[in-house]
């Protein structure tokens, strides 16, 4: 049985089962794409509700896997040299686990790097400008009277709605397959209608690649498992 005792989070959050693979989450956009790449693959995992609301993630213990205070972060008792890894960054984990299964990363050198090249889109523009957005809307930024940072927002959101609309003229996914891309992307975009309620101002309606997209995502059943996973407490 792989001992995981190094891991001071463990202490906090105990492994009932430490041969599967730990997941650290909440079901945020960020969250659930890690467990619906878990889902997707199959790999047995274990997962552990950080819970952001009470600010779990900057428990020194979550602190100890991942310094940046975030989730998702993930404990694989079996790394690639046969011991226990620690790995945080949720494209990063979706890279390790693509990497680690042989799943959804084409094997093709120039779509690998495209298929990277999407993910790291999500990283650094769709999922920082959508989440100020639904800061703007849903949270604290919502009673702000100055609307002027919300509409750059809005803006913003839109241009890269468009930026993701055109990728996806003529394709059932971003890039060839179902891939790393599609789960990265999919949390972030479903995340403005269920839970910022964005849709009106973002006229998402006008973006049919990315409606017909976000449906063919949302039927599929490990995307449905992996949207609630972990549970949030009652």
Not at 108 to 122: E, H, I
Not at 226 to 234: D, E, N, Y
Request: charged residues 20%.
């Amino acid at each position: 049985m792989p001992d995981l005792s190094s891991f001071p989070i463990t202490r906090r959050w105990p492994a009932s089962d430490p041969d599967r693979l730990q997941l650290y989450a909440a079901p945020t956009p960020n969250g659930v794409k890690v467990s619906i790449m878990l889902e997707e693959t199959g790999l047995a995992y274990e997962p552990h509700l950080i819970d952001i609301s009470k600010n779990e993630s900057k428990d020194p213990a979550f602190v100890s896997l991942n310094p940046n205070g975030r989730i998702p972060a993930i404990i694989d008792p079996a790394g690639p040299d046969g011991r226990p890894i620690a790995v945080w960054e949720s494209g990063a984990i979706l890279l390790y686990l693509a990497d680690k299964t042989g799943q959804l990363i084409p094997n093709a050198r120039a779509n690998r790097y495209k298929t990277l090249a999407w993910v790291f889109f999500q990283m650094s523009a769709i999922g920082p400008m959508f989440g100020q957005l639904g800061f703007f809307l849903r949270y604290g930024g919502k009673d702000f009277e100055d609307k002027r940072p919300r509409q750059c927002f809005v803006d913003e959101s839109k241009r890269l709605l468009g930026v993701l609309d055109r990728q996806l003229e003529g394709r059932n996914w971003m890039v060839g397959d179902y891939s790393i891309a599609d789960i990265a992307t999919l949390g972030w975009v479903n995340a403005l209608v269920e839970s910022y309620a964005a849709g009106d101002i973002l006229s998402l309606s006008n973006y049919s690649n990315i409606q017909a997209w976000l449906g063919r995502g949302l039927s599929k059943p490990a995307v449905q498992r992996g949207l609630h996973i972990p549970a949030r407490s009652a």
